[in-house]
């Protein structure tokens, strides 16, 4: 099969899933203006505050709307270099973001919409009595960690590393949101993710720790060359970095851009 047969199969497939999980659906005309839909691949942990955007940006925006596909930043990242159609990327990393600009995916550079910082999710009550890292590595303390190829997971081993910790997890996860669910489904004791993602949950609560600030991540987003909607799109990724779309994402958690 050749490599163009290949992504034509691969945005194809991600055409159906979307329109499976309801982002989809039959083909909507693109007006020169922005009108239509704009397709945006995000990082699992931007997912309540950027769902929330999206409402806000069609009620100001008649006749746009907003579909999203949320999940790990290197899968998305990978979806897009392989010719998943989408308009907009944001990752959770500048190193994720990076793969698909040097491969000549974006429109132009990216810029970086906010920060987030590491927290340690426990269970409401602390049940385990962890006030660290170093408590993570204590003899029958289980520990949900995502994979170092994600940014969560890379974030992670950075503040580790910085602590002097080493453990070995019982599980690693492809996004915050898989060790979100082990965590909550009482397989392990604890979960390295996003202070963002403890404060949308029910029933968990956040251990800080001073290491976390040597792990601080940049999400970067950009639109995409390919992009159906590129008017569309530029307009979505305005309306995120104004004012009102900062509001929404500190409002979450998420932590300003520098010079904001």
Do not use: W
């Not at 994720?96 to 974006?106: F, N, R």
């Amino acid at each position: 099969m050749t490599v163009r047969r290949v992504r034509a199969a691969l945005a194809g497939m991600l055409v159906v899933a979307l329109g499976a999980t309801g982002c989809g659906g039959p083909a909507e005309p693109v007006g020169p203006d922005g009108a239509g839909p704009v397709t945006v691949f995000a990082a699992a942990s931007l997912t309540e505050p950027f769902t929330r955007l999206g409402e806000d940006y069609a009620a100001a925006h008649p006749g746009r709307t907003v579909r999203f596909n949320f999940g790990g930043s290197s899968g998305l990242a990978a979806q897009i270099i392989q010719g998943a159609p989408a308009d907009v990327f944001a990752a959770a990393s500048p190193a994720t973001m990076k793969t698909v600009t040097d491969a000549g995916e974006a429109a132009g550079p990216s810029t970086v919409l906010v920060r987030n910082q590491l927290v340690v999710a426990v269970p409401r009550g602390n049940p385990a009595r962890i006030t660290g890292l170093a408590d993570l590595a204590r003899p029958g303390v289980t520990v949900a960690l995502c994979a170092e190829q994600v940014p969560c997971g890379a974030a992670a081993r950075t503040a580790l590393d910085a602590a002097g910790v080493r453990l070995t997890p019982a599980t690693l996860e492809q996004d915050v949101r898989g060790a979100l669910a082990k965590l909550r489904l009482g397989e392990v004791d604890a979960a390295l993710v996003y202070r963002t993602d403890v404060r949308a949950a029910t029933g968990l609560a956040a251990v800080e720790f001073g290491e976390s600030a040597r792990a601080v991540n940049d999400y970067p987003i950009v639109v995409l060359r390919t992009a159906g909607n590129p008017a569309g799109a530029r307009a979505f990724v305005d309306f995120v970095r104004s004012d009102a779309g900062l509001a929404v994402l500190t409002a979450a958690g998420f932590q300003p851009p520098a010079g904001r």
